[in-house]
């Protein structure tokens, strides 16, 4: 089995690397020179250029983590299952970036640190549950990993609607419907989009690389001891029964 | 402080933690 990325791989993660260090760059010099103070909030309002981004950078690589667990289940290739697991990591740590700046918003817009309104609520759920990916699929170790760790992508997609759908279906939404924006706070708002959308893509590509190493690594182990490594070791193997490694 | 600052200052802690954790996963599933 070839578990080996491609040559252009690398090339391909430094050119990502450079344009989102560039574009989150042109990001926060807008966001300290151009987009101007709010009225009402004052600064404090300039969270939202690191919020909005990350919360939709979270659905993006989760909605990918769907989209590549369906493939898994239907082709049975392991790099799909290392492209979903890369994805939904990533997606976890912008979803903390979103739950770590929220509050820092709600305790000056609504001068409360949390409130359970649809949106908050909804998202919490939604960290939680992905966060729940991990632990499953980091307790499992044999091929059931990857067929358990896909339905659950599939299953936990169904709460992406729900965050995003949350402040029209339920009232007593704090966050709003339609926000009115200068110019100048909307050019921001979307090159902010941008770079962290171009950062995700970056991470991913690197992270990726990480699940490609793991798998060359087991590819060596079944090498060396067939029958064993695919399936765990024996279970009296001092280093247990996942031979020590540390699984994604 | 500022909340924008405090926010602005966990964003680059959360994901200098998350790429020093992923650099040790990399070298560790190398070695």
């Given at each position: 089995m070839n578990v080996s990325y491609p040559s252009w791989w690398r090339p391909l993660g430094r050119a990502l690397w450079g344009a989102a260090f560039l574009l989150l760059a042109v990001s926060a010099w807008m966001i300290l020179s151009k987009a101007p103070i709010e009225v009402q909030m004052g600064p404090v309002q300039k969270i939202v250029y690191v919020h909005v981004p990350s919360a939709i950078a979270t659905l993006l690589a989760f909605g990918f983590t769907f989209a590549c667990s369906i493939a898994y289940l239907t082709t049975k290739s392991w790099v799909w299952d290392a492209m979903a697991a890369s994805a939904c990591e990533l997606g976890l740590v912008f979803a903390t970036v979103v739950m770590v700046t929220g509050p820092l918003w709600a305790r000056s817009?609504?001068?409360?640190?949390?409130?359970?309104?649809p949106r908050l609520t909804t998202f919490l759920i939604l960290w939680i549950l992905y966060a729940g990916y991990h632990v499953v699929r980091a307790s499992l170790h044999s091929g059931a990993k990857r067929t358990v760790s896909s339905i659950l992508g599939i299953v936990l997609f169904v709460n992406l609607p729900i965050v995003w759908m949350s402040i029209q279906w339920?009232?007593?939404?704090?966050?709003?419907q339609k926000v009115t924006m200068t110019g100048d706070m909307r050019a921001t708002l979307l090159e902010s989009m941008l770079a962290w959308i171009v950062f995700l893509a970056a991470a991913f590509v690197t992270r990726l690389r990480l699940e490609w190493a793991r798998e060359a690594a087991m590819d060596r182990e079944s090498e060396m001891a067939p029958g064993l490594a695919r399936h765990g070791r024996d279970p009296r193997d001092p280093a247990g029964p996942a031979g020590g490694r540390v699984s994604a | 402080m500022n909340y924008a600052i405090i926010a602005y200052i966990a964003v680059v802690v959360i994901w200098s933690v998350y790429f020093l954790w992923l650099r040790q996963r990399l070298r560790r599933a190398r070695d």
């Open positions: 817009a609504w001068n409360t640190w949390w409130t359970w309104e339920w009232r007593g939404s704090l966050h709003p | -």
